[in-house]
């Protein structure tokens, strides 16, 4: 079964400074990767989505995230946040050939100034 | 564009008792999921709908919890008698045809909390 697991729980940052979220993920299929994002009351966003071809892919708000085959990861990072960015993250998995999405436990990003 | 709309967005209920969610999707997509996100955890897949049919219901306590999606449009997830452990966010949302597996647009949820 496919499982996505993220490292941190919570990552506390300052204003500025650079921030990276771990995702790992295992699977023996071809996968496709995303990213959302859930601010504070919100429904789920698409930050951005690996499918094939480059493995660092860029995605909305300054994220990006880089797709490693051999580390079964897909980290996020964005070089400066902003206290906007303050919400919980979500890896998530699915396999190319179906349609069920598996979501890791979430980081929670807060943003200090 | 509209996006996913969801009711109620906050429901408290007595355990035992039963509750209904009601969701309209993206007009136009044909497939619908029901997800539960308890608190600190990440979302977890009840059912899927293509169209009015069940793509998937591996995960829906069918004890409990069932779900319609009458005419392929909007869709109701009902849970009766509600217990404890049924204190989550409900999140609904759609994905158009020929999209991405994985790619979906969700709705703002609906919070339960079961006393």
């Known amino acids: 079964a496919q499982s996505v697991t993220q490292l941190d729980s919570q990552v506390p940052v300052f204003e500025e400074a650079p921030v990276e979220l771990r995702c790992n993920y295992s699977?023996?299929?071809?996968?496709?990767l995303f990213w959302y994002v859930q601010y504070p009351n919100q429904g789920l966003q698409l930050l951005l989505k690996?499918?094939?071809?480059?493995?660092l892919v860029k995605g909305i708000n300054g994220f990006e995230a880089e797709f490693n085959k051999s580390q079964t990861s897909f980290h996020l990072r964005k070089p400066s946040v902003h206290i906007s960015d303050t919400a919980e993250y979500f890896c998530?998995?699915?396999?190319?050939?179906?349609?069920?999405?598996?979501f890791g436990g979430g980081t929670r990003v807060l943003v200090k100034p | 564009e509209a996006g996913v709309a969801q009711s109620p967005r906050y429901k408290i209920i007595e355990k035992r008792q039963s509750v209904a969610f009601w969701c309209n999707p993206i007009?136009?997509?044909?497939?619908l999921y029901w997800y539960q996100q308890i608190l600190g955890q990440g979302p977890k897949l009840l059912i899927q709908?293509?169209?009015?049919?069940?793509?998937?219901d591996s995960q829906l306590p069918k004890d409990r919890f069932s779900a319609e999606r009458l005419k392929g449009v909007d869709s109701t997830l009902k849970i009766q008698p509600a217990k404890l452990e049924d204190s989550a966010v409900y999140l609904c949302?759609?994905?158009?045809?020929?999209?991405?597996?994985?790619?979906?647009?969700f709705g703002e949820g609906s919070r339960l909390t079961v006393l």
């Open positions: 007009s136009g997509h044909a497939t």
């Open positions: 699977s023996s299929v071809s996968v496709y």
């Open positions: 709908f293509q169209n009015n049919g069940v793509v998937d």
């Open positions: 998530a998995a699915s396999k190319a050939a179906g349609n069920k999405l598996t």
């Open positions: 949302a759609s994905s158009p045809p020929g999209t991405v597996p994985g790619e979906l647009f």
């Open positions: 690996y499918l094939s071809g480059s493995t």
